[in-house]
């Protein structure tokens, strides 16, 4: 069984940065893909950045790209969301989840999750 733990989010102003960490409870090679999703009161979870660690390929949502990167540091088992230039349309809550098969990258498919962590950006 995968645990995922975040930590990170908090409270800035637009224009600031935060980086979120997810924390696994097994080595980075037990699983094949991170995927980080945030979540608004009201709409669905949509997903904001992905890593496939098999060959290193990330992808973002149009969103965000260009302002946040995925990135993990596999001595810590830990992925990270460097968030920057945070816009007040980022304030949601944040979770990463994780997949060994990877074959989805929708939310449904996920097995793995964290118990999510907020942010929150004032303007």
């Known amino acids: 069984q995968v645990q995922l733990v975040e930590s990170g989010g908090g409270s800035v102003q637009a224009g600031g940065s935060l980086r979120l960490s997810c924390a696994s409870s097994?080595?980075?090679?037990?699983?094949?893909?991170m995927r980080w999703f945030r979540q608004v009161p009201g709409k669905e979870r949509e997903g904001v950045a992905l890593?496939?660690?098999?060959?290193?390929?990330?992808y973002y949502d149009d969103s965000v790209t260009g302002r946040f990167t995925i990135s993990q540091d596999n001595a810590k088992n830990t992925a990270y969301l460097q968030m920057n230039n945070l816009k007040p349309e980022d304030t949601a809550m944040y979770y990463c989840?994780?997949?060994?098969?990877?074959?989805?990258?929708?939310?449904?498919?996920?097995?793995?999750w964290g118990q999510g962590t907020q942010v929150t950006v004032s303007s």
């Open positions: 989840a994780a997949d060994r098969a990877c074959l989805s990258i929708r939310a449904f498919d996920f097995p793995y």
């Open positions: 097994v080595y980075r090679s037990s699983i094949n893909c």
């Open positions: 890593l496939f660690y098999r060959d290193g390929s990330t």
